[in-house]
């Protein structure tokens, strides 16, 4: 049972939150692109030089970059009973590379956050004094909201065509959005 559930949504939504609750309590692989690329920044690698400035400005990665990452990352043990990608795909490039491997590695669901922009300033704000994330600035902020407006919203439609899209409600108490997205599994 190697089937993704994609979790998209603007930054700040609270997917990487609620995808670390979800893998653990339905034992699947937690896959977070950003996660992955800032350690990749910080182990200074040759990825991580390339993407450290993208990074901080709220830019996306180039797609060759976080497909081939992606695609070896699900190489991984761990991902044979499910995966959760928290991230990915954020580009229609990189819906289609998923496209290219889905006999081995279906699409199951997209779980769409939604928020308004206002809300999602004010949490990465608040996020951003306690995590120390170089992006989780005003500046980049913007840009990343913008980013995800341009080029991973039109992922919605690529994904309601297939009948595969829950949309999620993701202002409110944790606890209870936890509840509606563990209803999806
Ligand atoms: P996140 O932790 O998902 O908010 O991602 C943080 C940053 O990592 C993004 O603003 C991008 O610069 C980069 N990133 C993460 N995932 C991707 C992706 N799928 N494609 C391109 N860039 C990405």
């Not at 809300?119 to 951003?128: N, P, Q, Y």
């Amino acid at each position: 049972m190697t089937d993704l559930v994609v979790f998209l949504g603007p930054p700040g939504a609270g997917k990487g939150t609620q995808a670390l609750r979800i893998a653990s309590e339905f034992n699947l692989a937690h896959i977070s692109t950003g996660d992955m690329l800032r350690e990749h920044v910080k182990e200074l690698t040759d990825l991580g030089k390339a993407a450290k400035s993208l990074l901080d400005e709220g830019k996306l990665v180039p797609d060759d970059l976080v497909i081939q990452m992606l695609i070896e990352r699900l190489s991984y043990e761990d991902c044979l009973g499910g995966s959760i990608l928290d991230g990915f795909p954020r580009t229609l490039p990189q819906a289609e590379s998923l496209e290219r491997i889905s006999n081995k590695f279906p699409v199951r669901k997209v779980v769409v956050f939604e928020a308004d922009k206002d809300e999602l300033i004010k949490r990465i704000l608040l996020r951003g004094e306690v995590s120390g994330r170089s992006d989780d600035t005003e500046d980049s902020i913007r840009v990343r909201l913008e980013v995800y407006q341009k080029d991973t919203e039109p992922l919605i439609n690529f994904y309601e065509d297939k009948g595969i899209v829950s949309k999620i409600n993701a202002v409110g108490d944790i606890d209870e959005i936890y509840k509606l997205i563990s209803k999806e599994f």
